[in-house]
């Protein structure tokens, strides 16, 4: 019976260690967080386990000796102690670990806040700056000149103005500065895809003025790109064309005379050549403000300008059509 004491109270003691273990990791106590120490589970083991093992094996290794405080005494405590005591010095490293361990996850806890922080700071740098870029630029493409352009009023022989100007600032902003977002603030690179579409805009414009007129067909042909162009450039710019649809009908001189419907916003060329002259005032102006190139229209009618000649002289191409009076509304 004495022999296999030894063993049943090791097995005892290895089966309560591993039966903790599977507690803890049940529990999820083998893990730590940024919580304060001492409500660590594994910290609190850490010092209270090697004490119960300290006391468990003592009272094993002390059993059969009386106390004694005489030198001889305390010698023969610490000869019959050495495992115990072992047992309990290991709780120092234990603790001193863990320690190490939370320490480092108390560091990583505070990087991963503070880099949220930084974080939270850079996206509202980056929203700030977009809305500071968005309504800077957005106040300043309000300062582009306007311009006027006449219209026939309806029901009456009578002309009215109308001014026409950047009044979408904020659609201007995102056509032309498309990389510019809240998500990833502001951008200054000018969108290629806008400075392609106005000058492609502006260069079929020019070939319809350039185009055969002679015939009527053509005349009504060009007429109705030149408007499509007009139409797709204003929104392009932001500028609120305030388009009115017109139902006219006509009399052509063919080889009999003949009467034709034709639908256009515009009743006389002189609409026409204002509508030009102000948008192409507006592209100059705006080019100039993001930095860009506005000589390409300056380049003069030998290099296929038109718009200029067109607007300031009294050139007429749209004789067939125009001028159109109220009484030739449908």
Known sequence: MYTNRPRVFIGSSLTYIIGLVLLFYFFGWL?????????????????????????????????????????KGFNNFLDISKLPLLILASSVPLAAIINNIHRTIQTESQIEKT????????????????YSHLKSYSDIFQTIPKFKLSRLKKNEDAFEEIELSVVHPYTLYKNIFKSSSINNGYSTIVNDEFIASSQNLYNNINKSLNANNESFDNQLFNLQLIEADIIMLCRLLGIDY?????????????????????????????QIKQMLWGLRD?????????????????????????IPDYALYDERLFYSIFPISNDKRI
């Open 242 to 270: 305030k388009y009115q649809e017109h139902l006219f009908s006509i009399i052509l001189e063919r080889p009999k005379q003949n009467l034709e419907a034709i639908s256009t916003s515009f009743t006389d060329e002189k």
């Open 115 to 130: 880099q949220n922080q930084i974080n939270l700071v850079i996206e509202k740098n980056k929203t700030d700056s977009y």
């Open 31 to 71: 893990e730590l967080n940024a919580q304060n120490l001492l409500k660590q589970p594994l910290f609190i083991a850490s010092i209270i386990v090697p004490l119960q093992m300290f006391i468990l094996y003592g009272l094993w290794a002390w059993d059969g000796h009386s106390i004694d405080f005489t030198s």
């Open 282 to 306: 507006v592209l100059i102006e705006l080019y100039t403000l993001i930095d860009k190139e506005s000589n390409v229209f300056r380049t003069g009618k030998n290099h296929g300008d038109h």
